[in-house]
């Protein structure tokens, strides 16, 4: 086989591979399927808003972290004897999601920045 020829059949594998680890679900997707496979008890609307990444108020750390993963180690998390506050930074952005969490754990209040 030529040298050109086989560059292209290359090439062509490589494209072909990329395509179809394209087509297979997104890390994030697995993380939030395999939470709730493993809490059967999680209602349905509850099950939705993790399927579809969304943070509302009353969700534990634990369902957070299973939507958008742990805090990145870079981005400021604060702690005091009321609140604790997991930042999202955003390296396109200034600004950073903020998600409040009360003494119990459970989500009070959303911050995300305006774009």
């Known amino acids: 086989m030529r040298p050109l020829c086989r560059s292209y059949v290359r090439y062509s594998l490589l494209v072909l591979a990329a395509g179809l680890m394209a087509c297979g ?3 994030a997707q697995r993380r939030r399927q395999g939470f709730i496979d493993t809490h059967p008890e999680l209602s349905p609307t509850l099950k939705s808003d993790i399927l579809n990444g969304r943070v509302v108020r009353g ?3 634990d369902e957070v972290r299973a939507i958008w993963g742990s ?3 870079d981005c400021a998390t604060r702690t005091t004897a009321l609140v604790v ?3 999202y930074c955003h390296k396109n952005l200034a600004a950073s999601t903020l998600v409040f969490f009360d003494s119990h754990g459970r989500v009070t209040n959303l911050q995300m920045p305006q774009q």
């Open 25 to 27: 679900p997104t890390i």
């Open 59 to 61: 969700m534990t750390m």
């Open 71 to 73: 805090p990145p180690p």
């Open 85 to 87: 506050i997991w930042s």
